[in-house]
């Protein structure tokens, strides 16, 4: 088939220096696979903007298509498990990494990657979610399971206004709990209220730098998205047999940390991955964000945006300003 489709591509110029474009493309330019997608929507998480921007550790090879997330229809597929017409999920495993990704207009992949979309979810709502939401989900369900119960006390999420963060707040208050939502942008407070934070908590006083090993118990769980001496601050302020889970790295990928929150608290460290959730773990979250966390003031955190206006959305999220989630509508 000779289709031609748009896609932004990410090119190396120069040592370091890389440059996006919305180009024409040609089916016959995507990688093999077993299923090909006709993408409606993608959206736009941290690591997209590290992948066009030419961060290695995410993406090796460029020229490339970022877009971990899509959200589609089944154009053509080789696998007795999806039939054209199909709608479908594609989140993370190698999408958009070193896989020509979601911002474009076809993607083709691997069966194994790919899911039905969860019954009560249009497409556009799949991925106002996206890795961020889904991530959000795997928090919060790790927190739950461990247990920790609403009636233990506070919930920490940093990096609140975040993908990750906002959706967080959204479905732990959703879930009955008491949220502190720790953030650098007061100026969202009333965003981050509307979503259930109870508590605002700015960002400089979520850092503690007294050198001290252990802090006032104030909460029951944590939610980091950011890592470095926030988590160490938030590890180190949690309470006796309390959990914090670990799935990002926007501030530090370090942990400035000693052993005695774990040894004398008894605090656990959850650690949250998105990118190889097998399909077993990952399809009962989509089914839960599809119905217990389906988000009362799911189009509130969404900003709708077109291909042409992906590029200055990158700069904002790599900047920490991006607030809720940026949905990418690939027909607009
Ligand atoms: N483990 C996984 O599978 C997985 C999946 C998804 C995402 N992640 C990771 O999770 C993190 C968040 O992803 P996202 O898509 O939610 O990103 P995002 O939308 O950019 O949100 C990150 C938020 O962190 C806060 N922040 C930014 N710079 C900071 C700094 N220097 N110090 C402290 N806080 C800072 C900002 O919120 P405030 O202004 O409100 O503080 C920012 O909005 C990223 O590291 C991402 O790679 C991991």
């Known amino acids: 088939m000779s289709t031609t489709f748009q896609a932004m591509i990410v090119t190396q110029t120069a040592p370091g220096q890389f440059q996006r474009a919305i180009v024409t493309r040609n089916l016959n330019d995507l990688p093999d696979g077993e299923v090909l997608i006709r993408v409606r929507y993608s959206s736009l998480n941290y690591k997209d903007a590290l992948s066009a921007s030419g961060n290695r550790g995410v993406t090796r090879r460029y020229p490339h298509t970022p877009g971990i997330d899509a959200a589609g229809e089944v154009q053509e597929s080789s696998s007795p498990d999806f039939s054209p017409g199909d709608a479908v999920i594609v989140s993370c495993y190698d999408l958009g990494m070193n896989t020509s990704g979601g911002f474009a207009q076809y993607i083709r992949v691997p069966a194994r990657w790919v899911m039905p979309l969860p019954a009560g979810l249009s497409l556009r709502e799949s ?127 370090d942990l400035p940390l000693n052993v005695y929150p774990f040894i004398l608290r008894g605090v656990s460290l959850l650690g949250i991955d998105s990118a190889e959730c097998p399909m077993a773990v990952r399809i009962p979250i989509w089914q839960k964000i599809a119905t217990t966390w389906r988000l009362p003031n799911l189009e509130y955190l969404a900003m709708e945006i077109s291909v042409k206006e992906l590029d200055q959305h990158i700069e904002r999220i790599l900047q920490g300003k991006q607030k809720g989630r940026v949905i990418l509508n690939l027909d607009a």
């Open 127 to 253: 991925m106002i979610y996206g890795t961020a939401g889904f991530t959000a989900a795997q928090s919060v369900a790790r927190l739950q399971r461990h247990p920790v119960l609403p009636e233990q006390g506070k919930i920490l999420v940093t990096g609140a206004t975040g993908g990750v963060g906002s959706m967080a707040v959204a479905m732990l208050a959703l879930s009955g709990f008491s949220v502190a939502a720790a953030t650098g942008k007061l100026e969202q407070a009333q965003f981050l209220r509307d979503l259930g934070a109870q508590e605002i908590v700015p960002r400089e006083n979520s850092i503690d730098r007294s050198g001290r090993m252990l802090l006032k118990e104030k909460w029951a769980g944590v939610i980091d998205t950011v890592g470095g001496e926030m988590l160490a601050t938030a590890i180190k302020s949690t309470r006796y047999g309390g959990a914090v889970t670990c799935c990002g790295n926007t501030a530090s990928p």
